[in-house]
T-cell receptor, first 115, second 112 residues
Framework: GAGVSQTPSNKVTEKGKYVELRCDPISGHTALYWYRQSLGQGPEFLIY????????DSGLPNDRFFAVRPEGSVSTLKIQRTERGDSAVYLCASSEGGGIGNTIYFGEGSWLTVV | KQEVTQIPAALSVPEGENLVLNCSFTDSAIYNLQWFRQDPGKGLTSLLL?????REQTSGRLNASLDKSSGRSTLYIAASQPGDSATYLC???????????FGGGTRLMVKP
């Protein structure tokens, strides 16, 4: 597609449930990022993939959060045992290489509400 | 740990005014700085990217400057229009990694 695509655009789930959020990066982009944005704040880094491997997962808040990119294209962010504090916009981004020297393109986000 | 601060947090101006948004960062070891625009309920759109070796970048009515040594960047918007109303975010890319560190944003409203 022309841009970074994220699904679902909105998700409401009950506390304790499992959630998967999907990201389709721009075709050919090897670098993929997940960020989380709480209301009224700037995005916070979660994880960065270069190809299939997680090159930096230092931003994942705890072991309930996990992300995969098995074929080096589509990525899935997985959240187990969701908590109300997980409510946020989850933004995916991609770039041609790493962020150095390359513009990073963001998707429109997946709005997660945990009730 | 890199911290990015944006001032003001919110700004309301009449149409036609020139305005300046400010961004400061605590660690000058950055590779580049980007300014993004975010419309309500939408993702981020990159406006300008300044490499650490550059002093400024211009695109249309937008001009961004970077003073790496003092940890500051400004986004200048000339002749503001109602369509410029959005949240403007600055973000720095560390030398050592590939993560962007964002400021909290400036919510801009341009009134007709």
């Amino acid at each position: 597609g022309a841009g970074v695509s994220q699904t679902p655009s909105n998700k409401v789930t009950e506390k304790g449930k499992y959630v998967e959020l999907r990201c389709d990066p721009i075709s050919g982009h090897t670098a993929l990022y997940w960020y989380r944005q709480s209301l009224g704040q700037g995005p916070e880094f979660l994880i960065y993939f270069q190809g299939t491997g997680a090159a930096d997962d230092s931003g994942l808040p705890n072991d309930r959060f996990f992300a995969v990119r098995p074929e080096g294209s589509v990525s899935t962010l997985k959240i187990q045992r969701t908590e109300r504090g997980d409510s946020a916009v989850y933004l995916c981004a991609s770039s041609e290489g790493g962020g150095i020297g390359n513009t990073i393109y963001f998707g429109e986000g997946s709005w997660l509400t945990v009730v | 740990k890199q911290e990015v601060t944006q001032i003001p947090a919110a700004l309301s101006v009449p149409e036609g005014e020139n305005l300046v948004l400010n961004c400061s960062f605590t660690d000058s070891a950055i590779y580049n700085l980007q300014w993004f625009r975010q419309d309500p309920g939408k993702g981020l759109t990159s406006l300008l990217l300044i490499q650490s070796s550059q002093r400024e970048q211009t695109s249309g009515r937008l001009n961004a400057s970077l003073d790496k040594s003092s940890g500051r960047s400004t986004l200048y918007i000339a002749a503001s229009q109602p369509g410029d109303s959005a949240t403007y975010l600055c973000a720095v890319l560390h030398n050592a990694g590939n993560m962007l560190t964002f400021g909290g944003g400036t919510r801009l409203m341009v009134k007709p």
